[in-house]
């Protein structure tokens, strides 16, 4: 047993433990590996982190990360002190009681206005921020309704398929749940509440490197689900080479069903929503260093600004990637945005790539996939006879959908909508955007005169306006 006084002591650079669960941990010398920094964890030294720590951590993860020597034991309950337990931030904004009913919500839109009612302003922060000026996140939702249809009429659409192929799986509909991260911020079963509507309505879900939930409780929630759906790995990729081979091995140990390497991550865009939520955090705790991604205080000459993942990841690393993962056929390139890349993943043997400007919370002023699906169609059309193209950003409507499938896409991803759904509502809110979607899509399709995914054409669609 340890003395809460004697943890206190531990709250510098120099020597830092911290309290989770009641377990105090020596986290010293892992500062300046920690993805989201040193500044978050040193707002905890010589205190109690839990609060802060569960809601974006999978159980076992500080078990798994530090070596046995530095778990030092529990701390003495009898010990603890309001002033030795806790932080004291900001006042968290506490979530609306008048949540709207999920019968009222009719549109994705509905879905996101009743998650903003609940979240706290940490969760909605993390959640809807974007990069820079917002250029890129606000395009991608208005790209879509600058493409516009060409129906044909006198069809009979009494029936209509739309079931699809996506990386292997065959899916009911052509999306798919697109990798975010820290859903327990909305919601305490978190990404279980994915993996749940992926299985009962058959589609793919494609699994955050830094889910909140364990690869291993979302393997085993599929199992137990025992009716359908997929999932897929999004693949960050670490500094270190073997960490990175074993978040790939793991993956498919347990059965992941597809590998996507994110490649639009060299650092983390600058999304100033966020680093002002945390600044505001850090002021009321009394900081006077603020926190950043990233400490550029650190004596290694290799250290790179914002940079928690690879900043050296290239070309030539896919082949020892594609390696570890053991089938070429089921591993996809998530974050393409301009044809020359389309093109050279295709040159490469690359039997997927995903348009993606990662929801407009990376590069800011970089194209909506909608953009790049058009450049590639105009410029390297060949892409789409060798390549299966998965695309996101944006879609809100299941019009959207059929629009980037005229164009060439195979599936798309929806990320936000889910976030915002499971916050709201849980497992049904996740039911009900997949139930949204696919009514959107069955009516739009009769109404566009197809009766399968396989009949969409780009003479279905006028893109001048966007072209």
């Known amino acids: 047993m340890l003395n809460a006084a004697e943890v206190a002591k531990h709250n510098s650079r120099d020597s830092c433990w911290v309290v989770i669960e009641g377990e105090v941990y020596d986290v010293t010398n892992f500062l300046e590996e920690h993805p989201g920094g040193a500044s978050i964890i040193l707002r905890y030294a010589g205190k109690d982190a839990t609060e802060e720590y569960l809601p974006v951590h999978p159980p076992g993860t500080i078990e798994k990360e530090l070596p046995k020597e530095k778990h030092l034991g529990k701390v003495d309950a009898s010990t603890i002190t309001p002033e030795s337990s806790q932080v004291d931030s900001t006042p968290k ?3 609306s009681r008048d949540i709207i009913p999920i019968a009222l919500c009719l549109n994705l839109n509905d879905i996101e206005r009743a998650a903003e009612k609940v979240l706290t302003k940490r969760a909605w922060t993390y959640y809807s921020s974007a990069a820079d000026d917002l250029i890129s996140y606000r395009q991608n939702v208005q790209d879509w309704s600058r493409v516009t249809f060409r129906p044909r009429v006198l069809r009979n659409v009494q029936r209509v398929d739309m079931r699809c192929s996506i990386l292997g799986h065959s899916s009911s509909l052509p999306i798919f749940i697109a990798p975010a991260a820290l859903a327990r911020l909305g919601h305490p079963d978190g990404e279980l ?10 589609i793919p879900y494609a699994v955050s490197t830094a889910s909140s939930v364990s690869a291993e409780d979302l393997s085993q929630c599929m199992k137990d689900e025992a009716s359908g759906g997929a999932l897929f790995y999004q693949l960050y990729v670490k500094k270190k080479q073997e960490e990175t081979r074993q978040l790939v091995r793991r993956a498919r140990a347990l059965g992941f069903k597809a590998l996507l390497v994110t490649v639009d991550t060299p650092v983390v865009g600058k999304r100033e929503e966020d680093d002002r939520h945390k600044a505001e955090v850090a002021l009321a705790a009394g900081e006077t260093i ?4 990233g400490d550029d205080t650190a004596a290694d000459e290799d250290f790179v600004l914002r940079g928690p993942y690879s900043s050296t ?9 594609t390696e570890e993962w053991g089938n070429a056929n089921t591993i996809c390139l998530k974050g393409i945005a301009t044809a ?7 040159d490469m043997g690359i039997k997927t790539i995903y348009l993606s400007n990662h929801g407009g919370r990376q590069l800011d002023s970089a194209p909506s996939a909608i953009r790049t699906l058009l450049e590639i169609r105009r410029f390297c059309p060949e892409v789409f006879e060798r390549c299966e193209v998965l695309i996101d950003g944006g879609c809100r409507r299941g019009s959207d959908i059929l629009k980037a499938l005229c164009l060439g896409a195979r599936g798309v991803g929806f990320g936000r909508p889910f976030m915002y759904g499971l916050s709201a509502y849980g497992t049904e809110g996740v039911l009900r955007v997949i139930q949204m979607l696919s ?8 109404l566009l005169g197809v009766t399968s995914l396989d009949q969409l054409q780009p003479h279905m669609v006028n893109t001048r306006d966007l072209d």
Not at 290 to 293: G, S, T, W, Y
Not at 340 to 346: I, L
């Open 439 to 446: 009514d959107e899509l069955e009516t739009t399709m009769r």
């Open 193 to 202: 509440c994915l993996a749940r509507g992926a299985a009962r309505r058959n």
């Open 93 to 95: 904004s506490k979530p």
């Open 313 to 321: 990841l290239n070309w030539e690393d896919l082949t020892w990637i």
């Open 340 to 346: 020359e890349d389309a093109k050279m993943a295709s």
């Open 290 to 293: 603020m926190p950043r991604i």
